[in-house]
Protein backbone atom coordinates (compact mmCIF):
# COMPACT_ATOMS: atom_id res chain seq x y z
CA UNK A 1 0.00 0.00 0.00
CA UNK A 2 2.72 2.77 0.97
CA UNK A 3 4.17 1.43 -2.70
CA UNK A 4 0.96 2.68 -4.17
CA UNK A 5 0.90 5.86 -2.09
CA UNK A 6 4.19 6.74 -2.62
CA UNK A 7 3.88 6.16 -6.91
CA UNK A 8 0.60 8.00 -6.76
CA UNK A 9 2.35 10.63 -4.80
CA UNK A 10 5.41 10.99 -7.63
CA UNK A 11 2.60 11.37 -10.20
CA UNK A 12 0.78 14.10 -8.69
CA UNK A 13 4.35 16.01 -8.06
CA UNK A 14 5.14 15.26 -11.85
CA UNK A 15 1.73 16.14 -12.82
CA UNK A 16 2.47 19.60 -11.07
CA UNK A 17 5.85 19.99 -11.93
CA UNK A 18 4.48 19.95 -15.77
CA UNK A 19 1.27 22.47 -15.01
CA UNK A 20 4.03 24.83 -13.36
CA UNK A 21 6.34 24.83 -15.73
CA UNK A 22 3.20 25.47 -18.70
CA UNK A 23 2.59 28.21 -16.66
CA UNK A 24 5.82 29.72 -16.98
CA UNK A 25 6.03 28.87 -21.08
CA UNK A 26 2.16 30.92 -21.22
CA UNK A 27 3.77 33.68 -19.92
CA UNK A 28 5.91 34.61 -22.93
CA UNK A 29 3.41 33.07 -25.47
CA UNK A 30 0.42 35.52 -26.56
CA UNK A 31 -2.46 35.73 -24.32
CA UNK A 32 -5.17 38.27 -25.77
CA UNK A 33 -5.08 39.95 -28.66
CA UNK A 34 -2.41 42.60 -27.91
CA UNK A 35 -0.79 41.59 -24.95
CA UNK A 36 1.53 38.03 -24.04
CA UNK A 37 1.13 35.99 -21.01
CA UNK A 38 2.62 37.96 -18.32
CA UNK A 39 1.43 41.39 -19.44
CA UNK A 40 -2.39 39.71 -19.41
CA UNK A 41 -1.45 38.31 -15.90
CA UNK A 42 0.15 41.55 -14.94
CA UNK A 43 -3.14 43.56 -16.17
CA UNK A 44 -5.26 41.05 -14.08
CA UNK A 45 -3.95 42.06 -10.80
CA UNK A 46 -4.07 45.43 -11.32
CA UNK A 47 -7.40 45.48 -12.51
CA UNK A 48 -8.46 42.45 -9.80
CA UNK A 49 -12.06 44.25 -9.71
CA UNK A 50 -12.73 43.20 -13.23
CA UNK A 51 -10.82 40.09 -13.77
CA UNK A 52 -10.90 38.48 -10.04
CA UNK A 53 -11.13 34.62 -10.38
CA UNK A 54 -8.00 35.47 -12.84
CA UNK A 55 -5.95 37.39 -10.42
CA UNK A 56 -6.72 34.82 -8.09
CA UNK A 57 -5.51 31.62 -9.86
CA UNK A 58 -2.17 33.85 -10.91
CA UNK A 59 -1.45 34.36 -7.25
CA UNK A 60 -2.88 30.72 -6.24
CA UNK A 61 -0.26 29.47 -8.79
CA UNK A 62 2.41 31.73 -7.80
CA UNK A 63 2.04 31.19 -4.17
CA UNK A 64 1.57 27.32 -4.76
CA UNK A 65 5.15 25.78 -4.01
CA UNK A 66 4.67 26.80 -0.23
CA UNK A 67 1.12 25.62 -0.10
CA UNK A 68 2.68 22.78 -1.80
CA UNK A 69 5.40 22.56 0.99
CA UNK A 70 2.27 22.40 3.99
CA UNK A 71 0.30 19.68 2.26
CA UNK A 72 3.22 17.54 1.77
CA UNK A 73 3.77 18.10 5.69
CA UNK A 74 0.17 17.64 6.14
CA UNK A 75 -1.28 21.11 6.64
CA UNK A 76 -3.69 23.36 4.19
CA UNK A 77 -5.97 20.66 3.46
CA UNK A 78 -8.43 23.00 2.70
CA UNK A 79 -6.70 24.78 -0.34
CA UNK A 80 -8.27 22.70 -2.37
CA UNK A 81 -11.53 24.36 -1.96
CA UNK A 82 -10.24 28.23 -3.27
CA UNK A 83 -8.64 25.58 -6.49
CA UNK A 84 -11.82 24.13 -6.83
CA UNK A 85 -13.73 27.60 -7.14
CA UNK A 86 -10.66 28.73 -9.58
CA UNK A 87 -11.31 26.05 -12.76
CA UNK A 88 -14.42 26.51 -13.46
CA UNK A 89 -14.70 30.19 -13.31
CA UNK A 90 -10.41 30.13 -16.05
CA UNK A 91 -12.96 27.83 -17.98
CA UNK A 92 -15.74 29.98 -18.81
CA UNK A 93 -14.84 33.47 -18.29
CA UNK A 94 -13.48 33.99 -22.69
CA UNK A 95 -17.90 32.84 -22.93
CA UNK A 96 -18.95 35.78 -21.22
CA UNK A 97 -16.26 37.84 -23.67
CA UNK A 98 -13.32 38.46 -21.15
CA UNK A 99 -11.26 39.44 -23.96
CA UNK A 100 -11.85 40.25 -27.46
CA UNK A 101 -9.61 38.00 -29.13
CA UNK A 102 -8.17 34.83 -27.34
CA UNK A 103 -4.74 33.93 -27.98
CA UNK A 104 -3.30 30.42 -27.22
CA UNK A 105 -0.96 31.53 -24.74
CA UNK A 106 -4.80 31.53 -22.59
CA UNK A 107 -5.00 28.21 -23.53
CA UNK A 108 -1.89 27.00 -22.23
CA UNK A 109 -2.32 28.85 -19.23
CA UNK A 110 -5.92 27.76 -18.39
CA UNK A 111 -4.44 24.11 -18.81
CA UNK A 112 -1.27 24.82 -16.78
CA UNK A 113 -3.86 26.37 -13.75
CA UNK A 114 -6.23 23.09 -14.23
CA UNK A 115 -3.27 20.96 -13.79
CA UNK A 116 -1.43 22.78 -10.76
CA UNK A 117 -5.01 22.67 -8.93
CA UNK A 118 -5.76 18.92 -10.11
CA UNK A 119 -2.62 17.81 -8.43
CA UNK A 120 -2.71 20.02 -5.18
CA UNK A 121 -6.24 19.14 -4.46
CA UNK A 122 -5.70 15.43 -4.61
CA UNK A 123 -2.57 15.83 -3.11
CA UNK A 124 -4.68 17.62 -0.12
CA UNK A 125 -7.38 14.95 0.15
CA UNK A 126 -5.01 12.46 0.24
CA UNK A 127 -6.32 11.30 3.79
CA UNK A 128 -6.76 7.46 2.72
CA UNK A 129 -4.29 5.38 0.27
CA UNK A 130 -4.78 7.02 -3.41
CA UNK A 131 -5.29 4.46 -6.13
CA UNK A 132 -3.39 5.85 -9.17
CA UNK A 133 -3.07 3.87 -12.86
CA UNK A 134 -0.82 5.95 -14.79
CA UNK A 135 -2.87 5.27 -18.45
CA UNK A 136 -5.99 6.51 -16.26
CA UNK A 137 -4.17 9.32 -15.35
CA UNK A 138 -3.00 10.06 -18.85
CA UNK A 139 -6.72 9.74 -20.09
CA UNK A 140 -7.55 12.10 -17.17
CA UNK A 141 -5.01 15.19 -18.26
CA UNK A 142 -6.26 14.46 -21.49
CA UNK A 143 -9.98 14.79 -21.27
CA UNK A 144 -8.83 18.14 -18.92
CA UNK A 145 -7.07 19.28 -21.66
CA UNK A 146 -9.66 19.14 -23.98
CA UNK A 147 -12.27 20.27 -21.37
CA UNK A 148 -9.92 23.63 -20.72
CA UNK A 149 -10.07 23.84 -24.70
CA UNK A 150 -13.82 23.10 -25.43
CA UNK A 151 -14.95 24.94 -22.86
CA UNK A 152 -12.53 28.26 -23.30
CA UNK A 153 -13.69 28.69 -26.95
CA UNK A 154 -16.73 29.42 -28.02
CA UNK A 155 -16.58 27.91 -31.59
CA UNK A 156 -14.58 24.69 -31.35
CA UNK A 157 -17.63 22.79 -31.70
CA UNK A 158 -18.99 24.48 -34.80
CA UNK A 159 -17.89 22.44 -38.09
CA UNK A 160 -17.15 25.06 -40.06
CA UNK A 161 -14.34 27.05 -37.21
CA UNK A 162 -12.34 24.13 -37.80
CA UNK A 163 -13.08 24.81 -41.92
CA UNK A 164 -11.56 27.76 -41.01
CA UNK A 165 -8.48 26.91 -38.57
CA UNK A 166 -7.61 24.74 -41.85
CA UNK A 167 -8.08 27.28 -44.67
CA UNK A 168 -5.65 29.34 -42.90
CA UNK A 169 -7.68 32.64 -44.08
CA UNK A 170 -11.32 34.06 -44.53
CA UNK A 171 -12.82 32.81 -48.02
CA UNK A 172 -13.04 35.64 -50.97
CA UNK A 173 -16.98 35.51 -50.88
CA UNK A 174 -17.80 34.12 -47.26
CA UNK A 175 -22.30 33.16 -47.20
CA UNK A 176 -21.79 32.58 -43.81
CA UNK A 177 -22.34 35.95 -41.45
CA UNK A 178 -20.10 34.55 -38.38
CA UNK A 179 -17.57 33.29 -40.11
CA UNK A 180 -15.17 36.51 -39.15
CA UNK A 181 -16.11 36.40 -35.91
CA UNK A 182 -14.85 32.59 -35.87
CA UNK A 183 -11.94 33.65 -37.70
CA UNK A 184 -10.97 35.35 -35.00
CA UNK A 185 -10.41 32.03 -32.54
CA UNK A 186 -8.00 30.56 -35.33
CA UNK A 187 -4.65 29.87 -34.68
CA UNK A 188 -3.73 32.34 -38.05
CA UNK A 189 -6.07 35.41 -37.51
CA UNK A 190 -3.81 38.47 -37.19
CA UNK A 191 -0.53 36.51 -37.87
CA UNK A 192 2.13 38.89 -39.73
CA UNK A 193 2.11 38.02 -43.38
CA UNK A 194 5.18 37.02 -45.40
CA UNK A 195 5.87 40.31 -47.03
CA UNK A 196 7.90 38.55 -50.43
CA UNK A 197 4.94 36.27 -50.52
CA UNK A 198 2.14 38.30 -50.11
CA UNK A 199 3.37 40.91 -52.96
CA UNK A 200 4.62 38.32 -54.95
CA UNK A 201 1.77 39.08 -57.76
CA UNK A 202 0.83 42.20 -56.81
CA UNK A 203 2.02 45.91 -58.03
CA UNK A 204 3.10 47.33 -54.58
CA UNK A 205 0.03 49.57 -53.76
CA UNK A 206 -2.83 50.21 -50.78
CA UNK A 207 -5.56 49.59 -52.45
CA UNK A 208 -8.85 47.41 -52.27
CA UNK A 209 -6.87 44.32 -53.54
CA UNK A 210 -4.58 44.61 -50.79
CA UNK A 211 -6.43 45.65 -47.97
CA UNK A 212 -9.21 42.82 -48.50
CA UNK A 213 -6.26 40.86 -48.56
CA UNK A 214 -4.98 41.46 -45.77
CA UNK A 215 -8.23 41.63 -43.63
CA UNK A 216 -9.08 38.24 -45.29
CA UNK A 217 -5.84 37.21 -42.10
CA UNK A 218 -6.56 39.55 -39.72
CA UNK A 219 -4.47 42.28 -40.44
CA UNK A 220 -5.27 45.74 -41.00
CA UNK A 221 -2.91 46.54 -43.60
CA UNK A 222 -0.59 44.92 -46.09
CA UNK A 223 2.49 43.61 -45.16
CA UNK A 224 5.42 46.20 -45.48
CA UNK A 225 7.09 45.48 -49.04
CA UNK A 226 10.36 46.76 -47.74
CA UNK A 227 12.70 48.58 -45.10
CA UNK A 228 12.17 52.42 -44.19
CA UNK A 229 14.69 53.32 -41.95
CA UNK A 230 12.87 56.66 -41.77
CA UNK A 231 10.52 54.72 -39.85
CA UNK A 232 12.45 52.86 -36.79
CA UNK A 233 10.93 54.79 -34.35
CA UNK A 234 7.42 53.81 -34.90
CA UNK A 235 6.50 50.69 -32.89
CA UNK A 236 6.61 47.29 -34.46
CA UNK A 237 4.03 46.08 -31.83
CA UNK A 238 0.78 44.60 -32.51
CA UNK A 239 -2.16 46.26 -31.33
CA UNK A 240 -6.41 46.03 -32.81
CA UNK A 241 -8.49 48.27 -34.13
CA UNK A 242 -11.42 49.17 -31.92
CA UNK A 243 -13.33 47.17 -34.37
CA UNK A 244 -15.45 47.37 -37.60
CA UNK A 245 -18.97 46.94 -37.75
CA UNK A 246 -21.74 47.34 -34.39
CA UNK A 247 -24.86 46.48 -33.61
CA UNK A 248 -26.71 48.00 -37.07
CA UNK A 249 -23.93 46.70 -39.48
CA UNK A 250 -23.11 43.56 -38.02
CA UNK A 251 -20.57 41.97 -35.97
CA UNK A 252 -17.40 44.20 -34.74
CA UNK A 253 -14.11 42.68 -36.38
CA UNK A 254 -11.00 43.56 -34.74
CA UNK A 255 -8.06 43.40 -37.17
CA UNK A 256 -4.56 43.47 -35.76
CA UNK A 257 -1.56 45.94 -37.51
CA UNK A 258 1.17 48.10 -36.04
CA UNK A 259 2.01 51.68 -35.70
CA UNK A 260 5.05 51.28 -38.36
CA UNK A 261 2.48 49.71 -40.67
CA UNK A 262 0.05 52.68 -40.75
CA UNK A 263 2.88 55.07 -41.04
CA UNK A 264 4.36 53.21 -43.89
CA UNK A 265 1.57 53.24 -45.39
CA UNK A 266 0.48 56.91 -45.07
CA UNK A 267 4.13 57.77 -45.90
CA UNK A 268 4.17 55.63 -49.17
CA UNK A 269 0.53 56.78 -50.03
CA UNK A 270 1.74 60.63 -50.93
CA UNK A 271 5.71 59.62 -52.50
CA UNK A 272 3.95 56.58 -55.11
CA UNK A 273 1.41 56.73 -57.38
CA UNK A 274 -1.80 55.94 -56.41
CA UNK A 275 -4.53 53.27 -57.34
CA UNK A 276 -6.42 53.98 -60.50
CA UNK A 277 -9.20 52.99 -58.28
CA UNK A 278 -8.68 55.90 -55.69
CA UNK A 279 -8.02 58.53 -58.28
CA UNK A 280 -11.25 57.91 -60.10
CA UNK A 281 -13.48 58.03 -56.91
CA UNK A 282 -12.26 61.02 -56.10
CA UNK A 283 -12.48 62.45 -59.54
CA UNK A 284 -16.29 61.52 -59.57
CA UNK A 285 -16.89 63.31 -56.43
CA UNK A 286 -15.76 66.51 -57.44
CA UNK A 287 -17.08 65.82 -60.69
CA UNK A 288 -20.81 65.51 -59.81
CA UNK A 289 -20.55 68.51 -57.82
CA UNK A 290 -18.50 70.55 -61.24
CA UNK A 291 -21.07 69.43 -63.51
CA UNK A 292 -24.21 69.80 -60.75
CA UNK A 293 -22.68 73.89 -60.87
CA UNK A 294 -22.21 73.82 -64.51
CA UNK A 295 -25.85 72.85 -65.28
CA UNK A 296 -27.29 74.93 -62.88
CA UNK A 297 -25.85 77.83 -64.00
CA UNK A 298 -26.66 77.14 -67.93
CA UNK A 299 -30.27 76.14 -67.44
CA UNK A 300 -32.02 77.05 -64.08
CA UNK A 301 -30.15 80.87 -63.28
CA UNK A 302 -32.56 81.69 -60.72
CA UNK A 303 -32.36 79.06 -58.56
CA UNK A 304 -28.32 79.38 -58.71
CA UNK A 305 -28.57 82.75 -58.10
CA UNK A 306 -30.59 81.72 -54.85
CA UNK A 307 -27.66 79.35 -54.03
CA UNK A 308 -25.26 82.29 -54.79
CA UNK A 309 -23.38 80.70 -57.52
CA UNK A 310 -21.13 82.45 -60.02
CA UNK A 311 -20.18 81.97 -63.45
CA UNK A 312 -16.70 81.06 -61.84
CA UNK A 313 -18.15 78.22 -59.36
CA UNK A 314 -17.31 75.14 -61.37
CA UNK A 315 -13.51 76.58 -62.08
CA UNK A 316 -13.32 76.94 -57.49
CA UNK A 317 -14.66 73.47 -57.72
CA UNK A 318 -11.30 72.51 -59.73
CA UNK A 319 -9.39 74.61 -57.66
CA UNK A 320 -10.66 73.33 -54.56
CA UNK A 321 -9.95 69.69 -55.80
CA UNK A 322 -6.57 70.31 -56.61
CA UNK A 323 -6.35 71.92 -53.01
CA UNK A 324 -7.57 69.38 -50.97
CA UNK A 325 -5.84 66.46 -52.55
CA UNK A 326 -2.52 67.73 -53.09
CA UNK A 327 -0.99 66.45 -50.10
CA UNK A 328 -2.18 62.81 -51.09
CA UNK A 329 -0.15 62.71 -54.52
CA UNK A 330 -3.28 63.17 -57.01
CA UNK A 331 -2.03 63.71 -60.41
CA UNK A 332 -2.89 67.58 -61.52
CA UNK A 333 -3.39 65.85 -65.06
CA UNK A 334 -6.73 63.96 -63.01
CA UNK A 335 -7.77 67.18 -61.40
CA UNK A 336 -8.55 69.49 -64.78
CA UNK A 337 -12.12 70.84 -65.65
CA UNK A 338 -12.03 67.84 -68.74
CA UNK A 339 -11.18 65.34 -66.63
CA UNK A 340 -13.00 65.63 -64.08
CA UNK A 341 -16.16 66.36 -66.41
CA UNK A 342 -15.45 62.99 -68.41
CA UNK A 343 -15.44 61.39 -65.42
CA UNK A 344 -19.08 62.37 -64.20
CA UNK A 345 -19.91 61.24 -67.81
CA UNK A 346 -18.06 57.72 -67.22
CA UNK A 347 -19.42 57.28 -64.05
CA UNK A 348 -23.32 57.81 -65.46
CA UNK A 349 -22.53 55.90 -68.64
CA UNK A 350 -21.67 52.87 -66.18
CA UNK A 351 -24.84 53.61 -63.99
CA UNK A 352 -26.85 53.77 -67.16
CA UNK A 353 -25.61 50.39 -68.49
CA UNK A 354 -26.87 49.42 -65.12
CA UNK A 355 -30.07 49.86 -64.89
CA UNK A 356 -30.34 49.00 -68.65
CA UNK A 357 -29.67 45.77 -67.43
CA UNK A 358 -31.70 45.52 -63.78
CA UNK A 359 -34.53 48.47 -64.87
CA UNK A 360 -34.82 46.73 -68.98
CA UNK A 361 -38.84 45.75 -68.18
CA UNK A 362 -39.74 49.18 -66.56
CA UNK A 363 -39.13 51.65 -69.09
CA UNK A 364 -40.73 54.49 -66.82
CA UNK A 365 -37.75 54.17 -64.79
CA UNK A 366 -34.95 54.45 -67.06
CA UNK A 367 -36.66 57.19 -69.05
CA UNK A 368 -36.65 59.37 -65.41
CA UNK A 369 -32.68 58.54 -64.82
CA UNK A 370 -32.05 60.02 -68.44
CA UNK A 371 -34.68 62.97 -67.40
CA UNK A 372 -32.56 63.57 -64.44
CA UNK A 373 -29.20 63.81 -66.32
CA UNK A 374 -27.13 66.98 -66.37
CA UNK A 375 -25.43 66.81 -69.54
CA UNK A 376 -26.14 65.40 -72.79
CA UNK A 377 -28.22 62.43 -72.76
CA UNK A 378 -26.75 61.01 -75.83
CA UNK A 379 -23.00 61.17 -74.35
CA UNK A 380 -24.77 58.47 -72.33
CA UNK A 381 -26.91 56.91 -74.50
CA UNK A 382 -24.97 56.47 -77.37
CA UNK A 383 -21.68 54.95 -77.87
CA UNK A 384 -18.70 57.05 -77.64
CA UNK A 385 -16.96 58.43 -80.75
CA UNK A 386 -13.23 58.41 -81.11
CA UNK A 387 -13.05 61.59 -80.88
CA UNK A 388 -14.33 61.45 -77.46
CA UNK A 389 -13.04 58.52 -76.22
CA UNK A 390 -9.92 60.33 -77.03
CA UNK A 391 -10.57 63.15 -75.08
CA UNK A 392 -12.04 61.35 -71.95
CA UNK A 393 -8.49 59.53 -72.19
CA UNK A 394 -6.55 62.29 -72.96
CA UNK A 395 -5.20 62.98 -69.04
CA UNK A 396 -4.63 59.77 -68.95
CA UNK A 397 -1.96 59.27 -71.34
CA UNK A 398 -0.68 62.94 -69.99
CA UNK A 399 -0.06 61.46 -66.81
CA UNK A 400 1.08 58.25 -67.46
CA UNK A 401 3.47 60.00 -70.26
CA UNK A 402 4.78 61.88 -66.78
CA UNK A 403 5.21 58.85 -65.15
CA UNK A 404 7.09 57.26 -67.77
CA UNK A 405 9.39 60.44 -67.84
CA UNK A 406 9.96 60.18 -63.83
CA UNK A 407 11.09 56.99 -64.27
CA UNK A 408 8.59 55.08 -62.82
CA UNK A 409 8.45 51.32 -62.41
CA UNK A 410 6.81 49.92 -65.34
CA UNK A 411 4.93 47.67 -63.26
CA UNK A 412 2.46 50.83 -61.87
CA UNK A 413 2.37 52.06 -65.60
CA UNK A 414 1.32 48.30 -66.67
CA UNK A 415 -1.04 48.24 -63.97
CA UNK A 416 -2.72 51.79 -65.31
CA UNK A 417 -2.37 50.47 -69.02
CA UNK A 418 -4.86 47.41 -67.81
CA UNK A 419 -7.27 49.28 -65.35
CA UNK A 420 -7.71 52.31 -68.06
CA UNK A 421 -7.66 49.67 -71.10
CA UNK A 422 -5.05 51.64 -72.71
CA UNK A 423 -2.48 50.80 -75.13
CA UNK A 424 1.35 51.64 -74.38
CA UNK A 425 1.36 52.51 -78.32
CA UNK A 426 -0.60 55.37 -77.09
CA UNK A 427 1.96 56.68 -74.49
CA UNK A 428 4.65 56.22 -76.39
CA UNK A 429 3.44 58.22 -79.51
CA UNK A 430 4.97 62.03 -79.08
CA UNK A 431 7.90 60.79 -76.72
Known amino acids: MNAKRLHAKRLLLTTYGIGLSLFLLSAVLPCTSSCIGWQAGLLALIFAW ?16 LALRRILRGRARA ?48 TSPIHIRRHRWIIGCAVV ?10 YCVCPRFWQLQFAGRLPDDTKYPRDSLMAEQT ?31 GRGYPPIPYDDPSLHNHSDRNTHSDGIGGPDSGPSIRYLYTERERAFWDKFTKTHPLPPTYIEREQ ?8 HDQYLLAHDPTYAARLRLKSDAPQKTVEAARYHLRDFGFPNEALTSNALFWAYVLEQRSEYQTMMSSWRHHPSVISNHIARLQVDPRLIIEPLTAEQTTQANAWKVEYLKRLKRDGIDDAYINAYLKAWKLDLAQINRGE
Open 187 to 217: YWWGNRLEPRRFWADKVVWHDEVSESEAARH
Open 50 to 65: AFPFHGVALLAVLLSP
Open 145 to 154: LVLTYVVTHP
Open 284 to 291: RSYGRSMV
Open 79 to 126: VWIVLLICMPALWFSPATVTFPIVRPGYFVWAFSVSLVALSLIMLSRA
